[in-house]
């Protein structure tokens, strides 16, 4: 069986898993999110924009922070390229994968990234990620400057994988992950 076999398996199991959360284990996600987000900004004050994610199917909504911080949201183009820019108040238009985004005049760098919380299917005490497979933020990641911006997964506990997923050459590593149960960080 290859890797990407695997990872299929993988991606079905644990979106089975995922359709099982409650409401609850969501808004509990969400806490643990807004207290370590808190304390990030208690930590290193003068931060930047937070990245996030636009909720997909059963996926941990962690939009309200846009309440408290700067908020910046993906923007998937061709050839598997990942942008980010500022949410601001005009309005979401749909990217590359059909995903809601900003479509502003300029993206933001990693200099203006302070912290990148991304939506997970599983992690694993790796802290390997399994997404769906679009290879967006590994690519994004390749890249040193990226990879030294905090990378967070958001998932509920039951989704944290007990035993090491499949890891591919091109996988990098999450920098934590945030759960209703824990913050691994």
């Not at 942008?83 to 979401?92: H, K, Q, V």
């Not at 809601?100 to 991304?118: A, C, D, E, R, T």
Request: a positive charge.
């Amino acid at each position: 069986m290859t890797i990407l076999d695997r990872k299929k398996l993988e991606r079905d199991m644990f979106r089975k898993l995922r359709d099982e959360i409650s409401l609850n284990q969501k808004e509990n996600v969400e806490k643990n999110v807004k207290l370590y987000v808190d304390s990030f900004i208690k930590e290193y004050k003068n931060i930047g924009y937070i990245a996030i994610y636009w909720p997909l199917k059963n996926e941990v909504d962690i939009r309200s922070l846009k309440e408290k911080i700067s908020l910046a949201l993906p923007r998937c183009k061709d050839k598997k390229e990942l942008l980010f820019y500022p949410w601001d108040e005009r309005p979401l238009t749909k990217d590359s994968e059909g995903i809601l985004s900003p479509n502003n005049y300029f993206s933001l760098s990693h200099k203006q990234i302070s912290m990148i919380l991304v939506p997970c299917l599983s992690v694993d005490k790796n802290l390997i990620r399994l997404g769906y497979g679009g290879g967006y933020f590994d690519k994004l990641r390749r890249d040193k400057n990226w990879r030294n911006v905090p990378c967070i997964g958001v998932l509920t506990s039951n989704c944290v994988s007990s035993i090491p997923l499949t890891r591919a050459d091109w996988d990098i590593p999450l920098s934590g992950f945030i759960t209703e149960e824990e913050i691994f960080v």
